[in-house]
T-cell receptor, first 113, second 113 residues
């Protein structure tokens, strides 16, 4: 079966711009979590969506937001980009929640210049 | 303070040799522990998952152990290959209703010919 698909794979944006990343979960999975990964901080939890509702949120500023659609696809938006937002953004999908079986996508590499 | 600590931060081994990575955690109440392998620029791929009652889990040349009493886990790589060069991340889940995952910072393994 198809895995978790993230688009685009690479993105270059300028400071101050905004960006939208997309994640299509494994078919049937209703939970989608987003993570930011940087060399210095490792994997940091952004938020989790389940059945179109944000169920959990990490400690990121309000510039980071997300949503989930009725088909479980999820988008993450970052507004007013800063240089420090450069990172690999990963999403993971799960049937019911990240405590149970979950699979990561290949990520979107965002570079802010 | 991070609830999952991994050691060493990095290590270099010769092809064919064995190595062991450590993961100590304080996450409570404990649900399960996963080891992931992450190649550079890619999403993490699950190697093993262990629940409270499991002591050992193998996946090919990868063997994970868990001591739930001391809250320690290890990942042993046998007869290393060049393709084992990657970052290995320990991820610990708490029991619901806490759906957040706790990530270790990872151990970077470099296998040299």
């Amino acid at each position: 079966k198809a895995g978790v698909t993230q688009t685009p794979r690479y993105l270059i944006k300028t400071r101050g711009q905004q960006v939208t990343l997309s994640c299509s979960p494994i078919s049937g999975h209703r939970s989608v979590s987003w993570y930011q990964q940087t060399p210095g901080q490792g994997l940091q939890f952004l938020f989790e969506y389940f059945s179109e509702t944000q169920r959990n949120k990490g400690n990121f500023p309000g510039r980071f937001s997300g949503r989930q659609f009725s088909n479980s696809r999820s988008e993450m938006n970052v507004s007013t980009l800063e240089l420090g937002d450069s990172a690999l953004y990963l999403c993971a999908s799960s049937l019911t929640g990240p405590n149970y079986g979950y699979t990561f996508g290949s990520g979107t590499r965002l570079t802010v210049v | 303070k991070n609830q999952v600590e991994q050691s060493p931060q990095s290590l270099i081994i010769l092809e064919g040799k064995n190595c062991t990575l450590q993961c100590n955690y304080t996450v409570s109440p404990f649900s399960n522990l996963r080891w992931y392998k992450q190649d550079t620029g890619r999403g993490p791929v699950s190697l093993t998952i262990m629940t409270f009652s499991e002591n050992t889990k193998s996946n090919g040349r990868y063997t994970a152990t868990l001591d739930a009493d001391t809250k320690q886990s290890s990942l042993h790589i046998t007869a290393s290959q060049l393709s084992d060069s990657a970052s290995y991340i320990c991820v610990v889940s708490a029991l619901p209703p806490d759906y957040k995952l706790s990530f270790g910072a990872g151990t970077t393994v470099t296998v040299r010919a």
